[in-house]
């Protein structure tokens, strides 16, 4: 008797189990892309047609019978707009809180006229195009108070040597960061992380630019 109850319990919880996996994978299923509203549609769809059938039958007028295949269309319309108007916030809030609003080194303007100065004496910074205040503006301020923008004229891997230099002297700062900002030109085109250290891996500087750039900030520890 005991071994037969044991049983039946061990029945009852492999059923439960399986009930619970089905469960799962029906809410799963659901909620898998646009599932959950396409079955959603489907079942009231086929509500709305027969009772779109009833009025038909019973009264015989053609707009009557139309009005419940006309709600439901109306609320799963609704349902579409709201869900991705839900989603273009989403995408909004989680662009604004991932927005670039400054480079903020801290440097100051003694250190960044000594950077400016050799940067533009080995015309790797076009002077024509970026004046101190460009420089000191994109390096310090917030973006949004004023249109500043670096134009460098150096080759690509000796660009991303000079702005991993600059990363190296603030925390939370990366490559990506310095195209986000779209303030760093290349030769007249914004620059691409991707394309700078791909180039940088090809045709890496010489050992003489690297100790002439890290020339330009090896007296940062003196200070």
């Not at 009930?19 to 799962?24: C, P, R």
């Not at 709201?82 to 080194?105: C, D, I, P």
């Not at 986000?180 to 700078?196: C, D, F, Q, V």
Request: glycine letters at 6%; charged letters at 25%.
């Amino acid at each position: 008797m005991k071994r037969i109850i044991h049983h039946i319990a061990s029945w009852l919880v492999g059923l439960n189990d399986r009930k619970d996996k089905i469960n799962q994978d029906l809410t799963a299923f659901m909620k898998r892309g646009n599932n959950g509203l396409i079955v959603g549609f489907a079942v009231f769809g086929v509500i709305a047609v027969l009772s779109s059938l009833n009025l038909y039958k019973d009264y015989g007028k053609l707009w009557l019978a139309l009005i419940p295949i006309g709600l439901l269309v109306t609320f799963f319309f609704a349902i579409l707009v709201l869900g991705a108007y839900k989603e273009k916030t989403r995408y909004r809030n989680r662009s604004s809180r991932m927005k670039l609003v400054s480079f903020n080194m801290d440097f100051n303007e003694r250190i960044l006229r000594r950077i400016y100065g050799s940067l533009t004496k080995y015309e790797y910074l076009d002077e024509n195009l970026s004046s101190f205040q460009d420089f000191y503006n994109v390096l310090v301020l917030n973006f949004d108070e004023h249109d500043s923008a670096l134009h460098f004229i150096c080759t690509q891997p000796q660009l991303k040597y000079i702005l991993d230099k600059f990363k190296q002297h603030k925390k939370g700062i990366s490559l990506k960061s310095f195209e986000r900002s779209k303030k760093i030109y290349h030769k007249g085109n914004l620059i691409s992380a991707e394309t700078l250290s791909k180039k940088y891996n090809e045709f890496p500087p010489d050992r003489e630019f690297e100790q002439r750039i890290d020339s330009f900030f090896d007296f940062l520890g003196d200070i």
